[in-house]
């Protein structure tokens, strides 16, 4: 099976432009989360979909949305980009339905560089 | 904010050499897993340990659990220098036990030697 697949993996903007990564899960997986990384504030739980629907959110400003697809791609989109957006974005999906069991597969990620 | 701290911080050792972190959670948790990321790169799933396991082993991985005192170990035995990498702790701080939010210590940075 292919792992999960994150584009584009680099990615450069400035202040004010706003941005979509985009997130293809493994075959099978219904549940896609986004995480930000950064070497302050760590791993940072953004949302997670499952479904199509938004099950899960974190504690992050309405400028970070996200959306999924029937075929459970994914999109997290950052508009109106402050500085501070500079970071790892992880995408990470799993079956989402198997109680006891919520193992991540992580993507490599997109490194989101904000001038 | 984050919900387990780790320590230590960074760890550097010689290969061959036993690693031992250490991660501490806040809230309840319906298990903890472990996860590896080399430099900047995704983070890798190692093992899961549910709230009424005390210890776990998976190949030259041995974690422990004990939620008396909100807190985890994972044992690398006989590091090589493959194993140098970050590793964190990751709970469901309570929630659904298949949710994909997942609550992240700050990890511990590993350098094995050769």
């Known amino acids: 099976k292919a792992g999960v697949t994150q584009t584009p993996r680099y990615l450069i903007k400035t202040r004010g432009q706003q941005v979509t990564l985009s997130c293809s899960p493994i075959s099978g997986h219904r549940s896609v989360s986004w995480y930000q990384q950064t070497p302050g504030q760590g791993l940072q739980f953004l949302f997670e979909y499952f479904s199509e629907t938004q099950r899960n959110k974190g504690n992050f400003p309405g400028r970070f949305s996200g959306r999924q697809f029937s075929n459970s791609r994914s999109e997290m989109n950052v508009s109106t980009l402050e500085l501070g957006d500079s970071a790892l974005y992880l995408c990470?999906?799993?079956?989402?339905?198997?109680?006891?069991?919520?193992?991540?597969?992580f993507g490599a990620g997109t490194r989101l560089s904000v001038l | 904010s984050q919900q387990g701290e780790e320590d230590p911080q960074a760890l550097s050792i010689q290969e061959g050499e036993n690693a031992t972190m250490n991660c501490s959670y806040k809230t309840s948790i319906n298990n903890l897993q472990w996860y590896r990321q080399n430099s900047g790169r995704g983070l890798v799933h190692l093992i899961l340990?549910?709230?009424?396991?005390r210890e776990k082993h998976s190949g030259r991985l041995r974690v422990t659990l004990d939620t008396s005192k909100k807190s985890s170990s994972l044992l690398i035995t006989a590091s090589r220098a493959a194993d140098t990498a970050s590793y964190f702790c990751?709970?469901?701080?309570?929630?659904?036990?298949?949710?994909?939010?997942?609550?992240f210590g700050q990890g511990t940075t590993l350098q094995v030697k050769p």
């Open positions: 340990i549910r709230s009424n396991e």
């Open positions: 990470a999906s799993s079956l989402g339905w198997e109680i006891g069991s919520n193992i991540q597969y």
């Open positions: 990751a709970t469901d701080a309570g929630g659904s036990s298949n949710t994909g939010k997942l609550i």
